[in-house]
C-alpha cells in the first residue's frame, strides 16, 4: 500500500504545480511565448508592398509594385516606395496607389522624404548620371540636384541623423555626407554592405547585404563593439532593419531576386543577439521591413528616420 500512497501523493503534486503554471501569467510558458508583429515590408521576390498584421490577419493585404528596395511612413497614413524608374506612395491602410513620379533612369535602390517635403533617390545611373549618384526632388516633384559619388560602388540605403547628416553604405565602406552632400567621414568595412543608422549612443549599426548575415555595431572609431550573425538560418542575406524601442532588432533576410524562394524572410533578435521570432513566406524575398507596433494607423510619424 505505501508505493501507492506515495504515486497519489506525487500525482497530487505534479497536477497542482501544473494548474499553478497554468494560472501565473508570469510563468516562462507565458514569457517564452513569440511576439506577433504588424509590419510592413518591400519583397523583391514577387515585387510586392506586403502588410501583415500577425494578431489581426483579416487587415493583411498586398499590392504589386514592381521593382522595389525602400519604403519610409510619410505624413498621415501614407508610405513611400522608391521604384525601378521613380518613386511611389500608398495608402497604409489598403495599399491604394496614391502617386506615382518616374522618369528618373537608371537603377533606384533607396529614397528618403524630409520633413520639408524634399524627396532623395539614390542608387545608379540616376537623372542622366553615370555610377553611383543621387537626385534631390523638390516639392512640386522636380529634379533640383544631382550628386555623383566617385570610388563608390553600389550606393544602397540612404538614412538621416539627428544633426543634419546623411549615412549612406556602398560595397565595402559607409558614409556620412552633409546637408551639401559632400563626404565628411567614411568607415571601411568588408561587404556588399546594404544599410546603417546612428545609434542614440553614437555608434553606427549596419548590415552586410547580399552575401552575408550579420549586423555590426561600429564606434566612431570604426570599430566592431558588437555583431549579431544569422548562423541560425540556412540561407539569405541581412538587408533593411528596423530597431525596436525595447533595443531588439528586425531584419529583413533577403533569399535572393524572383519568387524562387520558401524559407525565413524576416528574423528578430534581443539585445544579447538570441534569435525570439522569425516569419516566412512563399515565394517571397523581404529586402527592408518597418515594424508598426503601437502605431495607429492615422497616428504616424511625420517622417521615420529608420
Known amino acids: 500500500m505505501q508505493p501507492t500512497s506515495r504515486r497519489s501523493f506525487l500525482g497530487r503534486v505534479i497536477a497542482t504545480s501544473i494548474m499553478t503554471l497554468s494560472a501565473n501569467p508570469n510563468s516562462n510558458a507565458t514569457a517564452d511565448a513569440p511576439p506577433q508583429h504588424r509590419f510592413l515590408a518591400v519583397d523583391d521576390g514577387t515585387h510586392r508592398l506586403v502588410h501583415v498584421d500577425e494578431k489581426d490577419p483579416a487587415r493583411n493585404w498586398s499590392v504589386a509594385t514592381g521593382y522595389v528596395m525602400d519604403l519610409q511612413l510619410i505624413g498621415q497614413n501614407r508610405v513611400l516606395l522608391s521604384v525601378d524608374d521613380g518613386f511611389r506612395e500608398y495608402y497604409l491602410a ?29 542608387g545608379d545611373d540616376l537623372g542622366g548620371q553615370k555610377g553611383a549618384c543621387l537626385v534631390v526632388y523638390d516639392r512640386t516633384d522636380t529634379i533640383v540636384e544631382r550628386k555623383v ?12 541623423t539627428s544633426t543634419g547628416t546623411y549615412l549612406m553604405t556602398a560595397v565595402g565602406q559607409v558614409v556620412e555626407v552633409d546637408p551639401r552632400w559632400n563626404i565628411i ?10 544599410k546603417a543608422i546612428r545609434l542614440a549612443n553614437g555608434n553606427i549599426l549596419l548590415s552586410s547585404g547580399p552575401g552575408a548575415r550579420f549586423l555590426k555595431e561600429l564606434n566612431p572609431q570604426g570599430e566592431v563593439v558588437r555583431e549579431i550573425r544569422g548562423d541560425q538560418l540556412a540561407e539569405g542575406s541581412f538587408t533593411g532593419f528596423h530597431l525596436q524601442p525595447n533595443g531588439n532588432v528586425v531584419v529583413a533576410n533577403w533569399l535572393g531576386h524572383g519568387p524562387d524562394h520558401d524559407g525565413t524572410v524576416l528574423v528578430e533578435y534581443d539585445r544579447k543577439g538570441k534569435l ?3 516569419y516566412g ?26
Not at 94 to 122: E, F, I, M, P, Q
Not at 149 to 160: K, S, Y
Not at 285 to 297: A, N, T, Y
Request: contains cysteine; proline residues 4%; charged residues 15%.
Open 149 to 160: 559619388f566617385g570610388g563608390a560602388t553600389m550606393l544602397r540605403h540612404l538614412r538621416p
Open 185 to 194: 567621414q567614411r568607415w571601411k568595412v568588408a561587404g556588399n554592405l546594404f
Open 276 to 278: 525570439v521570432w522569425r
Open 94 to 122: 489598403s495599399g491604394n496607389l496614391l502617386k506615382l513620379v518616374k522618369g528618373v533612369g537608371g537603377k533606384c535602390y533607396s529614397v528618403h522624404r524630409s520633413n520639408a517635403g524634399v524627396t532623395v533617390l539614390t
Open 281 to 306: 513566406r512563399l515565394h517571397a524575398s523581404f529586402v527592408e521591413v518597418i515594424v508598426l507596433d503601437g502605431i495607429p494607423g492615422q497616428a504616424l510619424p511625420a517622417c521615420s528616420e529608420q
